[in-house]
């Protein structure tokens, strides 16, 4: 007996069922498509047309006799948009991009037609037997549904026409994430119709992660408002400050982000302040292969984050306050007991970096005290604890938009200048400290002029003395509380008094001269230096063909070890362990090609254990070395080398070598059962005793930006007397009391 159609609210068990058969593949038509000779024949030139509605991109022009498998969108033309055409042939016109390619796509979109469509709240429709799927309403190009495939999503009418969803068969493509599509029915062929309830992501939905994937890439579109989103998801599971909604350059913006989490999928929408939508991402299990660059359209907002990690739950936590900067990314340089100093930078490098800033918080309340806008010219920062101020070095004044370097020295509590110089715009400049001094190194300037060390006084500003720079001699970074000048001069490394440029100690090496590693953008080599911690009285130094760690006030060689041009290490939270990293091949050290790692001990100058594959971030605690190894979390018994736990991942392999090490965004915090690491764009919390992912902490994106691996590592979680400080990638930085986050950890276990 035919039903006729009518509408009603499904029950859950309905839904459930569906969902099943809506999700499972289109019967598969006969693949007879015509040639790309024979179509072009017919075709006719065109110039440009205005798309009036959402409408898809297809890779493949469409016949009748085209496979379902083909009816996938590789992207969404959005209403407004134009696009050039080179040709049209019946219901698809080719359009032509420099970026993107030949592609096709449905001219009915692109006609006033189809500015009438109205979306409806989703429903399962039932189609008759003998029902048609049309491309566009009364297209001649059309297909015959499967008897398998008589229950569709509706989502939009025109007339009396319903536009039903069609999912791709595979959605995954090898670079490019595949859409849904709209194809369109006559009312005349719908049997029956099942309204599905608001709220397709709240939780207890009847309707699947998958089936809501596909609805939100049909329904949800910039500039919606949080209203029609609500109706449409439900209430959220979580609400936090967004990332910055600004294009690189312009003003910041941070709206809010709504998280909807499910245990395999999870869903995050973020508006502007005035409610409007402007992105999403869904989190998703990364499948068999880990990538990270799969390309999900053009319109970079709306994404997929493919994860290699089982998905994890935010964990409701509140700091103890929040501080929101103006610029992308905020990096911890130092703090004293009262004043955490700042740096602010827009993420950007080369032609692409604007904006970058040096500030000051206050420890207590969180407020901002005073900030040095740098923009994009080159800046550095020297915090001084004994006198509590800041030296603040910047090359471009963006007030005045003109390069013009200055050099002040700042008091920390409140931004006043204690004293301050103009430099000659002729030389780039860098500046280092050292006990009560600051140390301004003028490089050569393009003429082959000679590069120019002037000593001043930290407390007037007033020079006390000056030093020609031969080509082979380079200073190197030291901060105010080192007690002197360093300086490399070919094998030769010299402590230098701040007072008169006198030596006071020397060490030579032997073998060739070697670039020291340190100051590479993409790792941490040699020396980790946290922020909050006690500066180190001893320091790791590259000197001809050895390593050597030397005591800064008397130059006293306490260890060494060999350069090998294909090892690298990094040292640990106690002085006589280090990490090193071994990669294969005949050529130089390759950070993608590690084959092996090595806890050292330098005093006993042997390898304790070794690791297969690459072991990073490694900090001690008790009997026990976390690390990053292969890129995941991982616990390591100290003296055997036996990998006790490894953070499970739900991939095989990745696509790269680098896709998992990127995953890692900051040094590990040891807290007394857990541990706190930046993971992906979340700070996780894990478990010591197994390596349990508890969740990621509520609001905090914690990520660096290209190129400031070190800024990132060192700079982004800090942990020192008992508070906890989370710098971000939207500006935030929180400061949390390490015992109330234990107790709330200890309940969610």
């Not at 207890?204 to 209203?227: M, P």
């Not at 080398?641 to 040891?670: C, E, F, I």
């Amino acid at each position: 007996m035919r039903l006729n159609p009518l509408m009603r609210v499904a029950s859950a068990a309905t839904l459930t069922m569906a969902c099943a058969i809506l999700l499972s593949p289109l019967g598969t038509a006969v693949v007879a498509q015509s040639s790309q000779a024979t179509v072009s024949k017919s075709m006719q030139s065109t110039n440009k047309l205005v798309f009036q509605y959402k409408a898809p991109y297809f890779e493949k022009y469409l016949t009748t006799g085209t496979a379902w498998s083909y009816l996938k969108a590789a992207d969404y033309g959005y209403a407004g948009e134009t696009v050039k055409v080179k040709l049209v042939e019946g219901d698809m016109a080719l359009a032509v991009s420099d970026s993107d390619g030949n592609r096709w796509i449905p001219r009915w979109y692109t006609t006033a037609a189809a500015k009438s469509i109205t979306e409806t709240q989703p429903a399962v429709i039932t189609l008759s037997l003998n029902a048609k799927l049309f491309l566009a309403p009364g297209s001649q190009l059309k297909w015959a549904a499967s008897s398998q495939d008589r229950k569709l999503i509706a989502l939009a009418k025109w007339k009396d026409w319903v536009g039903v969803m069609v999912s791709p068969q595979e959605w995954r493509g090898e670079f490019t994430v595949y859409r849904p599509i709209l194809l369109w029915v006559n009312m005349k062929s719908v049997v029956s119709k099942d309204v599905i309830p608001a709220g397709i992501l709240s939780q207890g939905s009847a309707i699947g992660d998958d089936l809501a994937r596909n609805v939100t890439e049909l329904l949800l579109q910039k500039g919606d408002n949080d209203v029609k989103v609500k109706k449409l998801l439900g209430n959220p599971d979580v609400t936090e400050h967004s990332a910055n909604l600004a294009e690189l350059g312009e003003p910041m913006r941070i709206g809010t982000t709504w998280r909807y989490e499910h245990p395999n999928a999870q869903f995050a929408v973020s508006f502007s302040k005035e409610g409007k939508l402007e992105a999403w991402k869904w989190i998703l299990p990364a499948g068999q292969e880990l990538k990270l660059d799969a390309y999900a359209g053009k319109d970079y907002g709306f994404t997929y984050d493919f994860r290699s990690m089982p998905a994890v739950m935010t964990l409701s936590s509140k700091p103890v306050w929040r501080n929101q900067g103006n610029l992308n990314y905020a990096y911890l340089i130092g703090a004293t007991d009262q004043v955490l100093l700042m740096n602010g930078d827009d993420g950007g490098f080369s032609g692409m970096h604007h904006d970058a800033s040096i500030y000051a918080v206050d420890g207590a309340s969180g407020r901002k005290l005073w900030q040095v806008n740098a923009g994009f010219g080159m800046y550095s920062a020297s915090l001084d604890h004994s006198r509590n101020t800041a030296a603040v070095y910047t090359a471009y004044d963006p007030v005045k938009k003109i390069y013009e370097q200055h050099l002040r020295e700042l008091s920390l509590k409140d931004g006043q200048v204690l004293w301050e110089k103009q430099l000659p715009k002729e030389r780039q400049s860098q500046i280092y400290a050292a006990k009560d001094i600051i140390i301004l190194h003028q490089m050569p300037d393009s003429e082959n002029a000679p590069g120019l060390l002037t000593v001043l006084d930290r407390a007037t500003g007033k020079q006390l003395w000056t030093k020609t720079l031969h080509e082979n001699q380079e200073i190197l970074s030291t901060e105010s509380e080192d007690p002197y000048i360093l300086l490399r001069e070919g094998l030769e490394l010299l402590a230098l008094n701040p007072k008169d440029g006198n030596r006071i100690w020397s060490v030579t090496g032997h073998g060739d001269i070697n670039q020291d590693p340190q100051t590479h953008p993409y790792y941490s080599f040699g020396n980790i230096q946290l922020p909050l911690q006690p500066q180190q009285s001893s320091r790791w130094f590259l000197v001809g063909d050895k390593w050597m760690l030397l005591n800064m006030e008397s130059g006293q060689l306490l260890a060494e070890y060999p350069w090998n041009r294909q090892e690298r290490f990094e040292t640990t939270n106690e002085q006589r362990y280090i990490l090193v990293q071994r990669s294969g091949g005949l050529s130089d050290y390759d950070g993608s090609q590690i084959e092996e790692t090595v806890l050292y001990d330098i005093f006993e100058k042997r390898a304790l254990w070794t690791l297969p594959g690459k072991a990073v971030n490694g900090v001690l605690d008790s009997s026990r070395l976390y690390v990053v190894l292969g890129g995941l979390p991982a616990a390591i018994d100290r003296e055997k080398g036996d990998v006790l736990w490894q953070m499970p991942v739900t991939t095989t392999q990745s696509s790269t070598s680098y896709t998992l090490d990127d995953m890692v965004k900051s040094h590990y915090a040891l807290l007394s059962k857990y541990l706190l690491l930046g993971y992906g764009s979340d700070l996780l919390v894990l478990r010591k005793e197994d390596g349990k992912v508890l969740g990621r902490l509520h609001d905090n994106q914690v990520a660096f930006s290209e190129a400031r691996y070190r800024k990132g590592i060192e700079g982004l979680l800090n942990v020192s007397a008992g508070d906890i400080y989370i710098g971000s990638s939207n500006g935030g930085l929180a400061r949390y009391h390490q015992t109330e986050l234990e107790k709330l950890l200890d309940s969610v276990q």
